[in-house]
């Protein structure tokens, strides 16, 4: 794969990954109940951004004193100062819900953001695609103003305000297409074509300085904290705008093979990722994941500790889905405590040390399941 060279652009601590191809059936399955819309535009306007600032009441926020960690703890990452070194306080949170179309409140997308007393508020609410249907889901930016999307029956790619206006067109010519990811609250990443015959191109949220970073890309990407990432088996591949490239062999224990990348720290040094045990049939339901702190240099890995001793077992439960690199080497990440057999991810946010260790856990916005974390 070819993943320079890369034009420079700047970074911020925490972006969205990117799903599968954009039509294939698995997204259809998986977003359809939360991102496709019903309404018909000309009857149905996009609304006004606002700034509600409605607090939820927190629940189910717990601490924890788990217990996790098999490599001493590596150098603290670069990310914002959020919260102090060695604190044991949350950062300030960002939440995305997507547009519950078609659902009896037919609420809104959201942005939720979670105060320092652990309650949720809404800070933002639209309905970017005004009804579309999307082939994949909605991609918001790292700060929670933008909105991107592969139009399902257009096959274009569409850049808006959060609250639908201020549109920018990108055709895709028909071709399949990977879901789009912000690589900074600025600028979109996306890919065309098929499977190992991938090119991977980058345009600014106006539609402008469209680039090509890569072709006869095997599969979609990843991206997080700014990087792109390429998982395979074993190993994984990040690469970033500006010609920097790493390959990494995470010193994994053997039997397990490579999930994801749920986080990238904004400088490469420490990524987090979920690994599986196999099962015949290669059924998800009847796997053990296991997360881990990566260090990129070194490959060495930290597990993180389960939040339930019986996700030790084959159960499905318990894939690390995103998350944050802090300044002091610790970790929050959004944890799935579903199964795939459960329809609807069952999220909590844990706040992890550098060492693996669950300091506390924290509930998302009650009542919605689909959604993911911002910042």
């Not at 509600?52 to 717990?62: H, I, K, N, R, S």
């Not at 890569?214 to 700014?226: E, I, L, M, R």
Request: hydrophobic letters at 40%; glycine letters at 14%; proline letters at 8%.
């Amino acid at each position: 794969m070819n993943l320079g060279p890369f034009t420079h652009t700047t970074r911020p601590a925490s972006a969205r990954r990117s799903g599968a191809l954009a039509g294939t059936a698995a997204l259809l399955l998986t977003f359809s109940a939360a991102a496709c819309g019903t309404a018909d535009p000309k009857t149905t306007p996009a609304p006004t951004e606002t700034a509600t600032a409605t607090a939820v009441p927190a629940t189910g926020d717990t601490p924890a004193a788990g217990t996790g960690g098999s490599v001493p703890d590596a150098a603290p990452a670069v990310a914002p100062a959020r919260p102090a070194v060695g604190s044991t306080q949350w950062p300030q949170l960002t939440w995305y819900t997507a547009e519950e179309s078609g659902q009896k409140q037919n609420d809104p997308a959201r942005i939720w953001r979670r105060t320092t007393a652990g309650a949720w508020q809404v800070v933002r609410s639209g309905r970017p695609e005004n009804g579309k249907a999307l082939n994949g889901p909605l991609a918001v930016s790292p700060d929670g103003r933008r909105a991107a999307w592969m139009e399902g029956s257009a096959r274009r790619l569409v850049i808006s305000a959060f609250d639908g206006t201020k549109r920018h067109v990108i055709p895709t010519q028909g071709q399949q297409t990977c879901a789009p990811s912000w690589l900074d609250s600025g600028r979109v990443l996306y890919g065309l074509g098929r499977e190992k015959e991938l090119t991977l191109i980058a345009v600014n949220a106006d539609g402008t300085g469209q680039k090509v970073l890569a072709t006869h890309h095997p599969k979609c990407p990843t991206v997080s904290g700014g990087w792109i990432a390429q998982v395979g088996a074993q190993t994984v591949a990040i690469g970033d705008e500006r010609g920097v490239r790493r390959a990494i062999s995470p010193r994994l224990p053997a039997g397990l093979v490579i999930g994801g990348v749920a986080a990238i720290s904004g400088n490469g040094q420490t990524l987090v990722i979920s690994a599986h045990t196999t099962s015949p049939g290669g059924c998800g339901c009847a796997w053990r994941f296991r997360n881990y702190r990566l260090d990129a240099a070194s490959g060495a890995v930290t597990e993180l500790a389960p939040l339930d001793p019986a996700w030790k077992q084959p159960t499905g439960h318990g894939q690390a889905i995103d998350g944050l690199v802090l300044a002091d080497g610790g970790l929050v990440v959004q944890v799935n405590a579903g199964t795939p057999s459960d329809g609807a991810p069952a999220y909590r946010l844990v706040r992890y040390t550098a060492s693996g260790r669950v300091l506390a856990t924290a509930s998302v916005p009650a009542g919605q399941p689909w959604g993911g974390l911002l910042g």
